[in-house]
């Protein structure tokens, strides 16, 4: 495992960018529980809310965390490889794909080399007694808390997490990037050569 990825921070550590929060608590959304009509739109989305805990890692850019110029704290989740793995078989089982070794490795290369837009992998690693098996994250599920709200459930718990040391935070943010970056056109540039 290797310690240059991450250190050890206290609980009372304010929150950065590339912080991982295990078990984090969350609101998201149940489509199942959508009431479309005759109902308020308010009210359409307070009955289609659910209580999650997630592993996530801190999103938002640190600057604008140590001067407190945002309110909402933005996270994705991530998960260990056997969790990836688990999920990655359900979907070629449900394309009726084949689920060998070989293409399961291969995956988890597009992803380690960025090619899987939505994904990012982060490095197994360990600092000062807290260690970390390799995850993806996961950009498709995006999650905003309160800053407020976030730093207390840490001071509340009183155990370290770790944090993502440079370049490592400012690569996952730019995977981050380059996925809400992309851009389609509708018609492609017509060729003049």
């Not at 050890?8 to 929150?15: D, N």
């Not at 009210?43 to 945002?70: F, P, S, Y």
């Not at 084949?98 to 597009?110: L, P, Y």
């Not at 905003?144 to 770790?162: D, G, T, Y």
Request: net charge negative.
């Amino acid at each position: 495992m290797s310690e240059r990825w991450y250190q050890s921070v206290s609980a009372t550590e304010r929150i950065t960018q590339g912080d991982l929060i295990s078990e984090c608590p969350l609101v998201g959304w149940q489509s199942e529980r959508l009431q479309l009509e005759g109902v308020p739109g308010d009210e359409i989305l307070r009955g289609a809310t659910v209580a999650v805990r997630a592993d996530v890692v801190v999103m938002t850019q640190a600057c604008d965390l140590e001067h407190e110029k945002v309110d909402n704290v933005i996270l994705c989740p991530h998960t260990s490889l056997a969790q990836s793995r688990l999920a990655w078989e359900e979907q070629m089982a449900a394309m009726r794909e084949k689920i060998t070794e070989k293409r399961w490795q291969r995956w988890c290369d597009d992803v380690r080399q960025g090619f899987v837009w939505n994904l990012s992998m982060l490095n197994a690693g360990a600092a000062d007694g807290l260690a970390i098996e390799h995850r993806i994250v996961d950009f498709h599920a995006v999650y905003a808390v309160p800053r407020l709200f976030l730093e207390s459930v840490l001071i509340q718990r009183a155990v370290p997490r770790l944090r993502l040391l440079p370049p490592y935070r400012e690569h996952l943010s730019q995977a981050f990037a380059r996925f809400f970056m992309r851009v389609g056109l509708p018609t492609p540039i017509e060729r003049a050569w």
